[in-house]
């Protein structure tokens, strides 16, 4: 079965406010991880990434956490806008010869008024 | 930059019929993937080509999907017999090489009916 999971199969925001979206990993050699942003009717969509060797990284309004003593992951998106709207799924990548990804189900983020 | 493209956007079909989807992924990255995503769950790796061979294919049921790289560009992959479990949307990506990150196209939505 898949080894990357999500807490929260939804989240709800007041738009402006921040958003943090959480993924759970089981596989400790794991050194490479992954946001996606996906809308509906498109292809995933790359947000930011985090090595294993790191356990924060930023980016334009988003920050990646990485805590590996829990194997936990997570998305934070600041000042949350209506195009934030979206799946957003993590994934790790299985350490070995070839990189295999290997994706949670998922978050489902909304944008409130 | 050209993103990754793939065709048809959209196909139905009957079960046991063949179908085939094309992807042309981002000029000068060597790694392609295909993937197979249900509705409401993550995408699941179906196989990856690094250049035009194969690196992995172990979630590809090769008794009814094949894929190809013939010059390390293009690809396609193929179903011959369609089952209704196939109804997904069959997602390209392509990347520079390993642990780097991978850019998907917006998938070709396979119903069965």
């Known amino acids: 079965g898949e080894s990357v999971g999500l807490h929260l199969p939804t989240l709800s925001v007041q738009e402006g406010d921040n958003s943090i979206i959480n993924c759970a990993y089981s596989?400790?050699?794991?050194?490479?991880f992954i946001w996606y942003k996906q809308e509906s009717g498109k292809g995933p969509q790359f947000i930011i990434d985090?090595?294993?060797?790191?356990d924060k990284r930023q980016g334009q309004r988003v920050t990646v956490l990485l805590n590996k003593t829990v194997k936990h992951l997570s998305l934070q998106i600041a000042a949350t806008q209506p195009g934030d709207s979206a799946v957003y799924f993590c994934?790790?990548?299985?350490?070995?010869?070839?990189?295999?990804?290997?994706f949670g189900q998922g978050t489902r983020l909304t944008i409130n008024p | 930059e050209a993103g990754v493209a793939q065709s048809p956007r959209y196909k139905i079909i009957e079960k046991r019929q063949s179908v085939a989807f094309w992807c042309n992924p981002i000029?000068?990255?060597?790694?392609l993937y295909w993937y197979q995503q249900i509705l409401g769950q993550g995408p699941k790796l179906l196989i990856q080509?690094?250049?035009?061979?194969?690196?992995?294919d172990s979630q590809l049921p090769k008794d009814r999907f094949s894929a190809e790289r013939l010059k390390g560009v293009d690809s396609t992959l193929k179903i011959q017999p369609a089952k209704l479990e196939d109804s997904a949307v069959y997602l390209c990506?392509?990347?520079?090489?390993?642990?780097?990150?991978?850019?998907f196209g917006d998938g070709t939505r396979l119903s069965i009916l």
């Open positions: 990506a392509s990347s520079p090489g390993a642990n780097q990150p991978q850019h």
């Open positions: 596989n400790s050699a794991s050194d490479y």
């Open positions: 985090i090595r294993s060797n790191m």
């Open positions: 994934a790790e990548n299985i350490l070995g010869g070839a990189q295999k990804l290997v």
């Open positions: 000029s000068g990255h060597a790694t």
């Open positions: 080509f690094q250049n035009n061979g194969v690196v992995d």
